[in-house]
């Protein structure tokens, strides 16, 4: 678990603590802008419903292909509970089973696990299946397929293995000129799902100066989830003058919140929860903006709050820039199991006690 409180502050910190109270004057608190929507997207909720409902039924151990969504505190938790997240598939005995994360795999990973005679649960998010299956019609069609998204993060690797003969990765704008295809009029973009849209929108404008004829999916692969979070923060980080970022440091779509407050002028802190805090970073009389990734629990940003109201007696201010009402169902494999078993997600959904009138 990760610590809570102010106790739990290293003493520089309490100490910083202690300088910022005694600087505030009585008519100067800190503001909270609370920015919605931030947490949990319809995906890392199916995943992690997933595999809680895979424990409830089939016991401990249950495998995991990869971290089930990239977010500390949630592995952690899952892992006290009996979850083996693997990186390799030598790892689970023959017969186990197993579950794909959030983020998917490559059909080779599905081919060996097979091979491998493991009982399979698919919790891809059905967005990031969307861009496998367009990466397929693409190969088929005998295109180019430029996937633009970060060499090594894990949906990269898993929609490459749909088509690894078709496929160059395009990291940056720079990256566009030295890229060399057999036909230049059968080129088409994908993009991963978590991406900054302003990094990308620079990709791909170079890309149609570079391949006119370029071709790309009717619907943005960037998704919804990423979309909004990016939206609010863009939208509120004027007002504030410091944001934190609840999220892990190998979360993707919460590193982009961080950038993209960075770029706005802001210090941005990306924090997995109270106990990174560090009292220091504040005078005590600022707004700061508070968001989440789409990986991070509503508790870790409850527990934030809470330490920021007892150091600098914040208040808290929710702002919602776009409602979210995007759900996605179980995996085939545990759908009749959902009715009959309650979900973990309450373990990550805090207790609701700061929750404002956004509703989320
Ligand atoms: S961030 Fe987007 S693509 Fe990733 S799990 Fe959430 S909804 Fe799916």
Redesign the pocket.
Known sequence: MIPLSGASLQPTQQAAAFVSLSNLGDASVMKILLASPRGF????NM?IESLDLALQMFGTPVYVYHEI?HNKYVVETFRDRGAVFVDHLTEVPEGALLLYS??GVSPQIRELAASRKLKTVDAT????TKVHLEAIRYAKLGYTILLIGHEGHDEVIGTMGEAPESMLLVETPEAVDALQVPDERKVAYLTQ??LSVDDANRIISRLRVRFPHIDNPPKDDI????QNRQEAVRTLSSEAEIVLVLGSQNSS?SQRLAELARESGKKAHLIDGASDINAAWFRGDETVLVTAG??APELVVEECIELLKRLFGATVEARMVRREE?FFPLPRELRSAGDKHSSTNAHFAGSGASRTSDGS
């Open positions: 997207c319809a995906g890392v995943a969504v959030a983020h998010c059905p967005l990031v799902t978590t998704c919804y989830a990423t779509n789409a990986s995007v």
